[in-house]
């Protein structure tokens, strides 16, 4: 079983940045493919970015685009969400999200959660005033 470690939320001002973090603890994302989600409340969760393991460039949601950046450390096994120039309504509990199948991902599917094997508990991010 991988345990998946989001952190790296917290409060900001609009137009603030943060970087969120993702780690497996004892284990290797280096062949995962690895997704970032987000639900606000009352609001069902959605796709933000994903990583996959080949030399594809990263998919983002048309409104990350442009402001969120998402990056791989292999060396670090961590996989990090740069977000910039945030918004209030990226207020929500971000997840990170790990697909063995990696190959399988594409711009069609990558941000259908039944495409991920693995999940962590989320991180809160809140842009608020």
């Known amino acids: 079983q991988v345990r998946l470690v989001e952190s790296g939320g917290g409060l900001v001002q609009p137009g603030g940045s943060l970087r969120l973090s993702c780690v497996a603890p004892g284990f290797s994302l280096e062949n995962y493919a690895i997704g970032w989600f987000r639900q606000a409340p009352g609001k069902e969760r959605e796709g933000v970015s994903c990583?996959?393991?080949?030399?594809?460039?990263?998919y983002y949601t048309d409104s990350a685009k442009g402001r969120f950046t998402i990056s791989r450390d292999s060396a670090e096994n961590t996989v990090y969400l740069q977000m910039n120039s945030l918004k209030p309504e990226d207020t929500a509990v971000y997840y990170c999200?790990?697909?063995?199948?990696?190959?399988?991902?594409?711009?069609?599917?990558?941000?259908?959660?039944?495409?991920?094997?693995?999940w962590g508990q989320g991180t809160q991010v809140t842009v608020s005033s």
């Open positions: 990583i996959t393991n080949s030399d594809e460039s990263p």
């Open positions: 999200a790990a697909a063995y199948e990696a190959w399988l991902l594409d711009g069609s599917n990558w941000s259908r959660e039944r495409e991920y094997d693995y």
